[in-house]
């Protein structure tokens, strides 16, 4: 198969590499408050549920609480992990 021939008028000027103006991109990271809110909210999720199944029947205001007990528990770890989409 033929190859197209290419001549250097083809060739636009403003592909050269001297017209590039470089870009600053922002590479500021997460704060850590950030990290450490996020990550707290996922283990203190996890640790309400796991004191729920364990000692749960124990404690008296998890035992007022009932099933409310796992929605607590899980909204913490599901605010955590949305958290996470912010994270960079």
Same mark, same amino acid.
């Given at each position: 198969m033929?190859?197209?021939?290419? %001549? =250097?008028? /083809?060739i636009p000027a403003s592909t050269s590499? /001297?017209?590039r103006t470089p870009v600053k991109i922002n590479t500021g990271g997460t704060p850590v408050w950030y990290k450490a809110l996020m990550f707290g909210l #996922?283990?203190?999720? +996890?640790l309400w549920l796991v004191v729920?199944?364990?000692a749960g029947h124990q404690i008296p205001f998890?035992?007022?609480l009932?099933?409310?007990n796992y929605a607590i528990g899980f909204? +913490?770890?599901v605010l955590g992990? +949305? #958290? %996470?989409?912010?994270? =960079?």
């Open positions: 033929p190859k197209a021939k290419i %001549t =250097r008028n /083809a590499s /001297a017209n #996922m283990l203190l999720g +996890l729920n199944y364990l998890m035992v007022e009932g099933v409310w909204g +913490l770890f992990l +949305l #958290m %996470t989409m912010g994270w =960079r």
